[in-house]
């Protein structure tokens, strides 16, 4: 059965094997890329700058140890996210990079010293590099023509962008037309959106006084400000801009980056006056602190110091590498910290059943915002830090996100203190909570009766591909739950039963010809396939796939969960027939095992098989004339429902694929094929039509 991951720290990159690289890299490509969406396209981020920065520098290590791990579609080459789809998309004339980071003192003398390098610049050489802070905002581009403002677009993936045109035009910072002259005739000045600390807070006030969500950060809210779909909510926010580059211009007004900016400060665009110009390493840190010791002075968020040379011959002369330019970079702060006392640990479940212990704190102010909770991830990271309840923590708000317990501070850890146990049984519902091999989650596996995880349940169990009940949707079920009348998958089908107190005809949205629409539907759905039953529970790992392999094995619910009990009670064989079952694997089969062992699941399981009545699955067939064959349907099917004929085609023994590869056997492609049949005919794949289709597999 599972076994627990062990804890501690990461491996060092120098000492992974190439196979243990090759993971890493591809568990760490999609952890970023997740981020990254989370950041650029949603505007809420779930980790800190300084844990995020931590994953890329991991990531790049992994490629620079192992060279062949990186591609063009490395995630080194690519910035920011894809646009979101909300707005028109706008390629950009000159892409938006990124800049590299320098965390220490060492790293701007590493930078500045690879610059002289590549000049080949004496010690004597005058190298002017210019210092200003970095913005906590959303970046983005203006383009100028001919002095007016036509266009506006978001950073996106660096290449393309949204088109936030008539947003931008409610920021009363920004010029509708550039002021005085020597403007050229094309200019994009590029910057950063933001919000002031106090404008902030006065929105979080209103925000409170109106009974609604309070926002996290300034960041975050102009972002979301900035992109809203209708411009009249955006005119409401109290944004702001400061420009500080610029993309594709028909001139440049000056031949160095401070000259520049300056113009374009007489141009009417806001520009940061903090910026100055360095002629060596210790003017710049000399500045970063200057600029660090002013920060919570500031009127707005800052994270860093941005360093650039000053003479654009040379920027570019110095060029790019991977996403950034070699010419600038930036200096970031360390996070901002402060200590607390750990009143207790409380233990969330969330919608999937993951166990997440939270800190709760004596109230405590960290970068100007106040921290009650705090997350502690998961039993290893309490193991690993030696939290407990009383001691006192040293909290970290990195880049002013998600706060951070760092570490105890072990000379206040009173004599009371124990070391804290994580809970083996969910705390919502008693269920067992079960850790399994390789994970660092522990989750609830009360599936069915576990009130935390209780809608998402139920939502599940009627959708489409499980019970699929016409009209019953998210918001009905949500409904039904509130009113309690819907708790458990059984309560659907005594609905009807129990109508005549709950009156469900008498509800708003309601009416005597819906509700007995709705209880048509459900009696409807009385008599269902064992496939899509086991899909409906919401067992761990058992998508539609696994549901109709599970279902083919064993043919009947009774099969099943009297193999799953057996396996449960140490019944080694039973445990291994389920293990065996092609495609299952001893991960999908502790699953269903821990499913079917936890009594309350059954006790629910047991209410639901009293109001249904289970279809064996069609057994499959092995001398058809597509068995084993890969097919994929695509356009609109005319004689048959895409599930109708993917079905059919599961039956017939064929794998329903959801792409078109030179390995697909057969394309069966309606009115409207689009992609997939050019791909098809690239590939040289047969193509079929729906009657073709029912020819070959003998229906006509």
Known sequence: MAKKAKAGGPKPVEELSVKEAKSEHVRLELEIGSHDRRYYEHDAPVISDAEYDALRRRYEAIE??????????????????????????????????????????????????????FLRLSDKDELIITAEPKIDGLSCSLRYEKGKLVVAATRGDGAEGEDVTANIRTIKD???????????DVFEARGEVYMTKDDFIALNKRQEKEGKPLYVNPRNTAAGSLRQIDPKMTATRPLKFFA????????????TQSESVAAMKRWGLPTNALMKKCKSVDELLKHYRKIEEARAELPYDIDGVVYKVDRLDWQGRLGFVSRSPRWAIAHKFAAEKATTIVKGIDIQVGRTG???????????????????????????????????????????????????????VMEKRPKSAKPYKFPEVCPVCGSHAVREEGEVDRRCTGGLVCAAQAVQTLIHFVSRNAFDIDGLGEKQIEFFFEKGWVRQPADIFTLEKRNGKIKLENEEGFGATSVRNLFISIEARRKIALNRVLFALGIRHIGETNATRLARHYGTMEALRGAAVAAGKGDEEAFSEMNNVNGIGEIVAEAVVEFFKEKKNMKALDALLAEIDIEPME?????????GKSVVFTGSLEQMTRDEAKAMAERLGAKVAGSVSKKTDYLVAGPGAGSKLKEAQKHGVRVLSEDDWFTLIGKK
């Not at 057994?619 to 068995?627: L, R, T």
């Open 64 to 117: 620079k140890q192992f060279p062949d791990l990186r591609t063009l579609t490395s995630l080194s080459n690519k910035v920011g996210a894809a646009p979101s789809g909300k707005f028109k998309k706008v390629r950009h004339a000159v892409p938006m990079l990124s800049l590299g980071n320098a965390f220490t003192d060492e790293d701007v003398t590493d930078f500045v010293d690879r610059i002289r390098r």
């Open 174 to 184: 920004i010029p509708q037309e550039l002021k005085g002259k020597g403007a050229p």
């Open 244 to 255: 500080y580059t610029w993309g594709e211009a028909s001139e440049l007004p000056a031949d």
């Open 354 to 408: 993951k166990l997440t212990p939270v800190a709760k704190l004596e109230p405590v102010t960290v970068g100007g915002v106040t921290v009650q909770n705090v997350t502690l991830h998961n039993e290893d990271e309490i193991a690993r830090k030696d939290v407990r309840i009383g001691d006192t923590v040293t909290i970290q708000r990195a880049g002013d996100v998600i706060p951070q317990v760092l570490g105890v």
């Open 619 to 627: 057994a499959v067939a092995k001398d058809s004339p597509v068995s």
